[in-house]
């Protein structure tokens, strides 16, 4: 190992002992790498019994991260419906659909990306601080910090980062970034400016919650009384209305406690205790880092 090497493992196993202690420290939230700020947290309310399917949002997005993507005439084809999609390191989004309750009308359209969650699992899972939450509610990824060791995966409550699994050298972690670079310049979110029949509404989440009350209200009989992620995991940006059970739309059923509350108590419990993990933890963070170093380094070289 040479001596910067050596000096930056020592410095990168020490940001990781940091990281991890301040983990098992009787703290919250993921300090330092973003907070939740209701005045200025955006979102999108999503209206399952409007959206008709179409995919363009699918195409809209691809085409706004320079991401292949076939022709938008080709998102016309439903047989993609025959099976289930998850978002993955092709698409930051998918739509899937299932079979309405009400048997005479037609089945329903669910668009699918990151939650943006207020108090963000993967935020607080990620040993480098590779992931954090932009005031506006968006929750990004940084790939130069990214150490590939997938705790953000584990985290997640919606398993939504996705792996390049396909990459041998320097795969990166993918998933819905809010458009934040469009909403820095101005501009909505590639998905929410295509939509055709405005099955999603971009602004203020506290104004969401009230246009998603007075939708219920406006319309009874049409939607279940719940806004998903109003407080699920202690609220998501992006929200649901709908005409039935979420639970029928592979929304998974989850607490109103953040989600890394949960998996700080567990770390507390394990860490608090017991010292040898956590030196372990920094070591598997140094050596991960140095190794992705590495193979920058011998790709430089190639080049
Ligand atoms: S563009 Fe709008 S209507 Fe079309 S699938 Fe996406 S959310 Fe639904
Ligand atoms: S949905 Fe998953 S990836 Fe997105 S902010 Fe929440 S925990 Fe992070
Ligand atoms: S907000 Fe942007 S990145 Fe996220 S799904 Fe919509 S278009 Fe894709």
Redesign the pocket.
Known sequence: MSKQSRRDFLKTTAIATTAITGLASKKTKAEGRGVYLPDKAMGVLVDTTVCIGCRR?EW??KT??DMPTPPLENYDDRTVYENMRRPDYTS??VVNEYENDDTGKFPIDVKV?CMHCNQPACVSACIVGAFSKLENGAVVWDESKCIGCRYCMVACPFQIPAFEYQKAIQPRITK????SARQAEGKL???VEICPVEALTFGKREDLIQVAKEKMRLYPGRYVDHIYGEFEVGGTSWMYLASQDFSKLAFPKLQRDPAPGVSESIQHGLFAYFVPPIALYALLGGVMWLNKNKKSESEEEQL
């Open positions: 949002c809209a997005c706004a991260h930051y989004t990306q819905c970034d809010f458009c979110p590639a998905c």
